[in-house]
């Protein structure tokens, strides 16, 4: 994980990070309001995402920065980028392409539902 980063001093001051310096970043389909994953970001990574307009990630498995679609093709194109309340979650409006999921699922979030009212 950077140490160092080139994102905004004013954003990153007002970032709550977790005791590893990261946030969770959830992904939304922007047009339907899918929720599709959860990742997390640095400040490395937030920076990536906003100046280059695909979703960057931190992999906490792998110690490395990944770009959603990248290797698979189901590039997020990131349409907003919002901070929630208490600046310690963000959330990327984004337009999918193909499986958000590394399950090769739409969303991470239709596998397991524990509760469902229909």
């Known amino acids: 994980m950077s140490q160092r980063s080139s994102l905004d001093p004013a954003v990153a001051a007002r970032l709550k990070r977790n005791a590893d310096g990261l946030l969770p970043a959830i992904a939304q389909q922007y047009d339907t309001g899918e929720v599709l994953m959860l990742g997390w970001m ?3 990574a937030l920076h990536r995402t906003l100046t280059s307009g695909r979703a ?9 920065y ?7 093709g189901h ?10 309340c208490d600046a ?3 959330l990327l409006k984004v337009d ?4 958000a999921c590394h399950t090769g699922e739409r969303t991470c ?3 397991d539902v524990l509760l469902s009212h229909g």
Do not use: P
Request: charged residues 35%.
């Open 96 to 99: 999918q392409a193909g499986a």
């Open 88 to 90: 310690d979650t963000v």
């Open 66 to 72: 990944w770009v959603k679609g990248d290797t698979s």
């Open 109 to 111: 979030f239709d596998a």
């Open 75 to 84: 590039v997020q194109r990131v349409r907003s980028v919002a901070l929630d």
């Open 42 to 44: 640095d400040d490395e």
């Open 56 to 64: 960057t990630y931190w992999s906490r498995s792998r110690q490395e």
